[in-house]
Protein backbone atom coordinates (compact mmCIF):
# COMPACT_ATOMS: atom_id res chain seq x y z
CA UNK A 1 0.00 0.00 0.00
CA UNK A 2 3.00 2.52 1.15
CA UNK A 3 4.35 1.66 -2.60
CA UNK A 4 0.95 2.20 -4.53
CA UNK A 5 1.02 5.62 -2.37
CA UNK A 6 4.03 6.87 -3.54
CA UNK A 7 3.60 5.93 -7.12
CA UNK A 8 -0.14 8.01 -7.41
CA UNK A 9 1.53 10.66 -5.24
CA UNK A 10 4.23 10.55 -8.31
CA UNK A 11 2.15 10.65 -11.01
CA UNK A 12 -0.49 13.22 -9.72
CA UNK A 13 2.80 15.60 -9.60
CA UNK A 14 3.73 14.67 -12.76
CA UNK A 15 0.46 15.29 -14.23
CA UNK A 16 0.74 18.93 -12.03
CA UNK A 17 3.84 19.53 -13.76
CA UNK A 18 2.53 19.36 -17.46
CA UNK A 19 -0.95 21.10 -16.77
CA UNK A 20 -0.87 23.33 -14.20
CA UNK A 21 1.11 27.04 -13.96
CA UNK A 22 2.32 25.68 -9.82
CA UNK A 23 4.16 26.34 -6.90
CA UNK A 24 6.61 24.22 -5.27
CA UNK A 25 9.58 25.04 -3.27
CA UNK A 26 12.81 25.71 -5.25
CA UNK A 27 16.35 26.02 -3.76
CA UNK A 28 14.31 25.45 -0.34
CA UNK A 29 14.81 23.02 2.71
CA UNK A 30 12.96 21.35 5.49
CA UNK A 31 11.18 23.32 7.42
CA UNK A 32 11.65 23.08 11.61
CA UNK A 33 9.65 20.64 12.83
CA UNK A 34 8.04 23.01 15.41
CA UNK A 35 7.34 26.55 12.75
CA UNK A 36 4.87 26.68 10.17
CA UNK A 37 2.17 25.00 12.36
CA UNK A 38 -0.33 26.73 10.22
CA UNK A 39 0.45 24.77 6.80
CA UNK A 40 -1.94 22.56 5.09
CA UNK A 41 -1.72 20.15 2.24
CA UNK A 42 -5.01 20.48 0.69
CA UNK A 43 -5.92 17.11 -0.98
CA UNK A 44 -7.74 15.19 -3.80
CA UNK A 45 -8.42 11.26 -3.77
CA UNK A 46 -4.97 11.28 -5.29
CA UNK A 47 -3.21 12.56 -2.52
CA UNK A 48 -1.73 16.23 -2.03
CA UNK A 49 -2.68 18.84 -5.02
CA UNK A 50 -1.62 21.96 -3.71
CA UNK A 51 -0.96 24.17 -0.68
CA UNK A 52 -2.73 26.18 1.92
CA UNK A 53 -2.62 27.65 5.60
CA UNK A 54 -5.11 27.89 8.47
CA UNK A 55 -6.20 31.53 8.70
CA UNK A 56 -8.34 30.74 11.75
CA UNK A 57 -10.36 27.78 14.18
CA UNK A 58 -12.82 26.73 11.08
CA UNK A 59 -11.52 27.73 7.63
CA UNK A 60 -7.82 27.21 6.05
CA UNK A 61 -6.95 29.92 2.62
CA UNK A 62 -5.57 28.59 -0.76
CA UNK A 63 -6.00 29.62 -4.14
CA UNK A 64 -9.05 29.28 -6.39
CA UNK A 65 -7.16 28.09 -9.09
CA UNK A 66 -6.81 24.76 -7.43
CA UNK A 67 -10.37 23.78 -6.93
CA UNK A 68 -9.61 22.53 -10.71
CA UNK A 69 -7.79 19.16 -8.74
CA UNK A 70 -10.95 18.53 -7.10
CA UNK A 71 -9.62 19.04 -3.84
CA UNK A 72 -11.95 16.81 -0.91
CA UNK A 73 -10.05 17.33 2.17
CA UNK A 74 -6.94 19.38 4.16
CA UNK A 75 -4.49 17.77 6.23
CA UNK A 76 -3.43 19.99 9.26
CA UNK A 77 -0.66 19.30 12.10
CA UNK A 78 2.22 17.81 10.17
CA UNK A 79 5.50 18.57 8.18
CA UNK A 80 5.63 15.18 7.05
CA UNK A 81 3.15 13.95 4.36
CA UNK A 82 3.89 9.78 4.99
CA UNK A 83 3.08 10.81 8.36
CA UNK A 84 -0.91 11.64 8.66
CA UNK A 85 -3.89 10.63 11.03
CA UNK A 86 -6.42 10.36 9.54
CA UNK A 87 -8.75 10.58 12.33
CA UNK A 88 -6.96 13.41 14.10
CA UNK A 89 -5.07 15.44 11.00
CA UNK A 90 -7.91 15.38 8.10
CA UNK A 91 -10.49 17.30 7.73
CA UNK A 92 -13.15 17.15 4.85
CA UNK A 93 -13.87 20.55 3.50
CA UNK A 94 -16.78 23.05 2.23
CA UNK A 95 -15.35 25.42 -0.37
CA UNK A 96 -15.78 29.51 -0.44
CA UNK A 97 -14.14 30.94 -3.90
CA UNK A 98 -13.98 34.08 -4.82
CA UNK A 99 -16.73 35.18 -6.88
CA UNK A 100 -14.48 37.26 -9.19
CA UNK A 101 -12.28 34.81 -10.04
CA UNK A 102 -12.59 33.05 -13.50
CA UNK A 103 -9.75 31.42 -13.94
CA UNK A 104 -5.64 31.08 -13.22
CA UNK A 105 -4.14 34.45 -14.49
CA UNK A 106 -7.15 36.29 -14.69
CA UNK A 107 -6.74 37.74 -10.91
CA UNK A 108 -8.91 37.59 -7.05
CA UNK A 109 -7.19 34.05 -6.95
CA UNK A 110 -8.01 32.91 -3.71
CA UNK A 111 -10.24 30.89 -2.12
CA UNK A 112 -11.49 29.88 1.77
CA UNK A 113 -11.80 26.60 2.63
CA UNK A 114 -14.54 25.86 5.69
CA UNK A 115 -13.60 22.88 8.04
CA UNK A 116 -15.38 19.74 8.91
CA UNK A 117 -14.92 20.52 12.59
CA UNK A 118 -12.89 22.94 14.76
CA UNK A 119 -9.10 23.15 13.77
CA UNK A 120 -7.69 22.60 17.60
CA UNK A 121 -6.42 26.42 17.55
CA UNK A 122 -3.85 27.23 20.50
CA UNK A 123 -3.22 23.48 20.99
CA UNK A 124 0.19 22.56 19.78
CA UNK A 125 0.94 21.28 17.04
CA UNK A 126 -1.59 23.69 14.99
CA UNK A 127 -1.45 27.05 15.25
CA UNK A 128 -3.54 29.90 12.52
CA UNK A 129 -1.46 32.42 10.85
CA UNK A 130 -1.67 35.95 11.35
CA UNK A 131 -3.80 38.02 8.48
CA UNK A 132 -2.71 41.48 7.88
CA UNK A 133 -4.86 43.78 9.45
CA UNK A 134 -5.33 46.35 6.23
CA UNK A 135 -3.66 47.32 3.09
CA UNK A 136 0.35 46.56 3.26
CA UNK A 137 3.27 46.87 0.96
CA UNK A 138 4.66 43.42 1.38
CA UNK A 139 8.31 45.63 0.16
CA UNK A 140 8.07 47.01 3.89
CA UNK A 141 9.41 43.31 5.03
CA UNK A 142 12.82 42.90 4.77
CA UNK A 143 12.10 38.65 5.30
CA UNK A 144 9.36 36.54 3.49
CA UNK A 145 9.37 33.35 3.02
CA UNK A 146 7.13 30.60 1.10
CA UNK A 147 6.64 26.62 2.05
CA UNK A 148 5.18 23.86 0.45
CA UNK A 149 5.48 20.47 -0.56
CA UNK A 150 5.93 19.11 -4.04
CA UNK A 151 8.61 19.08 -7.02
CA UNK A 152 11.88 20.76 -5.97
CA UNK A 153 13.06 21.28 -9.52
CA UNK A 154 11.25 21.54 -12.85
CA UNK A 155 10.33 18.11 -13.81
CA UNK A 156 11.65 17.25 -10.84
CA UNK A 157 10.59 14.11 -8.06
CA UNK A 158 8.07 14.88 -5.23
CA UNK A 159 9.24 15.46 -1.78
CA UNK A 160 6.87 14.58 1.33
CA UNK A 161 8.25 16.65 3.77
CA UNK A 162 7.73 20.12 3.85
CA UNK A 163 10.21 22.52 2.17
CA UNK A 164 10.81 26.41 3.07
CA UNK A 165 12.97 29.30 1.57
CA UNK A 166 13.38 32.66 1.76
CA UNK A 167 12.26 34.93 -1.13
CA UNK A 168 12.29 38.74 -1.48
CA UNK A 169 9.76 40.95 -2.37
CA UNK A 170 9.63 42.32 -6.36
CA UNK A 171 8.46 45.94 -7.05
CA UNK A 172 5.12 46.37 -8.72
CA UNK A 173 6.77 48.17 -11.54
CA UNK A 174 9.77 46.19 -11.98
CA UNK A 175 6.83 42.79 -12.04
CA UNK A 176 4.83 44.65 -14.52
CA UNK A 177 7.88 45.02 -16.93
CA UNK A 178 9.31 41.64 -16.89
CA UNK A 179 5.80 40.60 -17.25
CA UNK A 180 4.88 43.11 -19.85
CA UNK A 181 1.95 44.46 -18.18
CA UNK A 182 -0.05 41.02 -18.37
CA UNK A 183 -0.33 41.03 -14.80
CA UNK A 184 -3.96 40.74 -13.15
CA UNK A 185 -5.06 43.23 -10.52
CA UNK A 186 -4.18 42.94 -6.71
CA UNK A 187 -0.75 40.44 -6.95
CA UNK A 188 2.54 40.93 -5.09
CA UNK A 189 5.45 39.75 -6.88
CA UNK A 190 8.14 37.44 -5.08
CA UNK A 191 10.93 35.11 -5.67
CA UNK A 192 11.88 33.67 -9.05
CA UNK A 193 13.99 36.70 -10.10
CA UNK A 194 16.96 37.99 -8.99
CA UNK A 195 17.39 34.56 -6.82
CA UNK A 196 17.41 31.01 -7.39
CA UNK A 197 14.49 30.48 -5.14
CA UNK A 198 10.88 30.53 -6.14
CA UNK A 199 7.89 28.38 -6.11
CA UNK A 200 6.33 25.56 -8.73
CA UNK A 201 4.47 22.74 -9.66
CA UNK A 202 3.05 21.14 -6.68
CA UNK A 203 1.81 23.66 -4.06
CA UNK A 204 -0.27 26.54 -5.28
CA UNK A 205 -2.23 27.69 -2.59
CA UNK A 206 0.38 28.67 0.12
CA UNK A 207 1.67 31.09 2.03
CA UNK A 208 4.11 34.28 1.44
CA UNK A 209 5.06 34.71 5.17
CA UNK A 210 7.00 37.85 5.91
CA UNK A 211 7.72 39.35 8.80
CA UNK A 212 6.77 37.80 12.32
CA UNK A 213 4.37 35.60 10.70
CA UNK A 214 2.38 37.18 8.62
CA UNK A 215 0.47 35.63 5.53
CA UNK A 216 0.37 38.50 2.67
CA UNK A 217 -0.11 36.71 -0.02
CA UNK A 218 -0.96 33.28 -2.05
CA UNK A 219 0.87 31.74 -4.55
CA UNK A 220 -0.59 31.98 -7.43
CA UNK A 221 1.55 31.16 -10.75
CA UNK A 222 4.77 31.13 -12.42
CA UNK A 223 6.26 31.85 -16.15
CA UNK A 224 5.17 29.12 -18.15
CA UNK A 225 5.74 26.43 -15.54
CA UNK A 226 9.17 26.80 -15.63
CA UNK A 227 10.82 26.52 -12.28
CA UNK A 228 14.23 27.18 -13.48
CA UNK A 229 15.57 30.47 -11.62
CA UNK A 230 17.02 33.54 -11.75
CA UNK A 231 13.42 33.79 -14.52
CA UNK A 232 10.75 36.25 -14.14
CA UNK A 233 9.24 37.00 -10.63
CA UNK A 234 6.31 34.51 -9.32
CA UNK A 235 3.15 35.84 -8.41
CA UNK A 236 1.10 35.70 -5.40
CA UNK A 237 -2.49 37.19 -4.93
CA UNK A 238 -2.25 39.52 -2.46
CA UNK A 239 -4.64 39.02 0.25
CA UNK A 240 -5.15 42.58 1.67
CA UNK A 241 -6.97 43.50 -1.45
CA UNK A 242 -9.47 40.56 -0.12
CA UNK A 243 -10.06 41.16 3.82
CA UNK A 244 -13.80 42.26 3.42
CA UNK A 245 -14.32 39.46 1.66
CA UNK A 246 -12.27 37.19 3.87
CA UNK A 247 -13.79 38.67 7.49
CA UNK A 248 -17.36 38.69 6.19
CA UNK A 249 -16.98 34.94 5.52
CA UNK A 250 -15.03 34.43 9.08
CA UNK A 251 -17.37 36.52 10.81
CA UNK A 252 -20.86 34.62 9.32
CA UNK A 253 -18.97 31.25 8.89
CA UNK A 254 -20.49 30.83 5.60
CA UNK A 255 -19.92 31.68 1.96
Known sequence: MQALYKFLLLQVLASLGQQALGSEIIKGKNANKKSMMYMASVQNKMGHACGGFLISEDYVMTAAHCDDWKPESVVLGTHDLKKVNDATMRYSIQKCKHPSYKKLGSGSDI??????????????????????????????????????????????????????????????????????????????????????TGFCQGDSGGPLVCGKDVAVAVASFNNNKTCTYPNIPNIYTDVSKFLPWINRILRKKKC
Do not use: F, H
Open 111 to 196: MLLKLSRKALVGKKPIQPVQLPSGEINPKTYKKCKVAGWGLTKTGGTAVPKLQVANVPVIDQKTCQKLWKNKLPANVTCAGGYGTK
